[in-house]
């Protein structure tokens, strides 16, 4: 993902760069953090809930 004007929003190429465009530079990819950030409150905690209660699934099928 590259990063966008709205990461560094002064336009100005020698300004310090925002911790969203650094993280980019280094090469994280930050479009499901952004894509989260639209989701609710209510819907990240449900979503949370379901990865949650699959890794313990996961993890006693593990110990079987």
Not at 7 to 34: K, T, W
């Amino acid at each position: 993902m590259n990063a966008t004007p709205q990461d560094n929003p002064s336009g100005d190429p020698d300004a310090p760069l925002s911790a969203v465009e650094e993280a980019v530079r280094y090469g994280i990819d930050i479009s499901q953090l952004r894509a989260n950030l639209h989701r609710t409150p209510a819907e990240r905690l449900r979503r949370h809930d379901i990865a949650l209660r699959t890794a313990n699934m996961l993890r006693k099928a593990m110990d079987q």
